[in-house]
């Protein structure tokens, strides 16, 4: 567990740079984490970012099929818009716990 | 984990030879896990595991209810085999299974396949195979790039960092 500024903004995140408290979360702390991924934030990326915070808020477990079928994106625009590892790379931009899924 | 950092998976080869759900769904996970962690993927079916490609198959897998040390009734009673030999059994057991992981929002096998390719994830079949079951090109699902040989199989897989997995 470690401090780190975003945005001005002092936020705790795991050792692999996940927010602690998606509750932190703003859409700057959001733009600086992908630049760190390598990402120039869109506004297609913060559909997607909004559609996964707003499921896992609920409670409700993430996975590449279900982002897939959201309506919001298609699995290959996903893997385009967060090249490599999209749940995982996803995830840390939008706040939350690193993913758990296998699916 | 300072081995991830000094010799990470990049590319995993994975041979599918049979045609059982738990056999035809390791695989899949395997590929379409590796995909999501941004590892190359690339799948090959053989033999009886042709069927998971197979059109008119892959959405028919059943598991094995005879010879299944494994299986157990609802509850976790022993399956006697010879419950396994009845008419419908086996078609009833593989339902129950697709059922169960449709919840864990595990998807059907072509679905699945459309995942794994949509994320640069690759599936080949054994021509071998392929000809020994007189199969052709249009038998099988859109999903598969191409038919190879063994040999065309060892040469996608040339590369550092490269595991090959026979499931």
């Given at each position: 567990m470690a401090e780190k500024i975003y945005a001005g903004k002092s936020v705790s995140v795991t050792d692999d740079g996940y927010l602690?408290?998606?509750s932190q979360w703003t859409k700057e702390i959001a733009a600086e984490i992908a630049k760190e991924e390598g990402i120039d934030i869109t506004d297609k990326h913060y559909a997607v970012i909004d559609f996964i915070r707003?499921?896992?808020?609920k409670g409700e477990a993430l996975t590449i099929r279900s982002i897939g079928k959201s309506g919001v994106v298609d699995t290959k625009g996903f893997y385009d818009l967060f090249p490599g590892a999209p749940l995982k790379k996803a995830s840390r931009i939008a706040g939350i716990a690193k993913?758990?899924?296998?699916v | 984990m300072a081995n991830t950092i000094d010799h990470p998976v990049k590319k995993v080869m994975i041979i599918c030879a049979k045609a059982s759900i738990e056999d035809v769904y390791a695989a899949l996970?395997?590929?379409?896990?590796?995909?999501m962690e941004g590892i190359e993927a690339k799948v090959?079916?053989?033999?009886?595991g042709l069927d998971a490609i197979t059109k008119k198959q892959m959405k028919k897998l059943h598991t094995g209810t005879v010879g299944n040390p494994g299986m157990r009734m609802p509850g976790g009673l022993p399956f006697p085999t010879i419950l396994g030999m009845l008419p419908g059994v086996e078609a009833g057991v593989s339902a129950m299974m697709k059922s169960q992981m449709e919840?864990?929002?595990i998807p059907p096998v072509d679905e699945f396949l459309e995942l794994i390719t949509a994320g640069g994830g690759e599936i080949y079949a054994c021509k071998l195979a392929v000809e020994m079951f007189k199969l052709k090109k249009e038998d099988f699902s859109e999903h598969v790039k191409d038919i190879i040989t063994i040999g065309q199989f060892y040469e996608l897989a040339a590369g550092e960092g490269t595991q090959i997995i026979f499931t």
């Open positions: 602690t408290d998606a707003e499921k896992t808020l993913p758990s899924s296998c | 996970v395997m590929a379409n896990g590796a995909v090959f079916f053989t033999f009886f919840k864990l929002d």
